[in-house]
């Protein structure tokens, strides 16, 4: 599934009513880098370093949504989770 973690939507909050938009390129990369093993290590790179679209494999996926439901906060969760959500609904469409 091809990912964008530069344009990673937020809600602002729990009423998920209004939403902000946001870069998290560098932050995800960084959690996978400081608490992943060498897989991680690559992944990281790849998300750090993409411009826009990301190819991010199922294992990757579950990987980083893994280390965010152990470190990030509940609405960066949230938000992460309804990006792959998002994305794999419409990989099924295809």
Do not use: P, W
Not at 47 to 57: F, L, P
Request: proline share 0%; hydrophobic share 40%; with cysteine.
């Amino acid at each position: 599934m091809k990912v964008n973690f530069k344009r990673v939507k937020f809600y602002t909050g729990i009423d998920r009513k209004t939403c902000i938009e946001q870069d998290t390129s560098l932050e995800i990369a960084n959690l996978i880098y400081r608490y992943s093993d060498i897989r991680g290590l690559r992944l990281a790179e790849k998300i750090y370093q993409a411009d826009g679209d990301v190819e991010i494999t199922n294992e990757e996926a579950d990987l980083i949504c893994n280390l965010m439901n152990q470190y990030a906060t509940a609405m960066t969760i949230d938000a992460i989770n309804h990006l792959f959500n998002h994305n794999i609904l419409k990989d099924e469409r295809v």
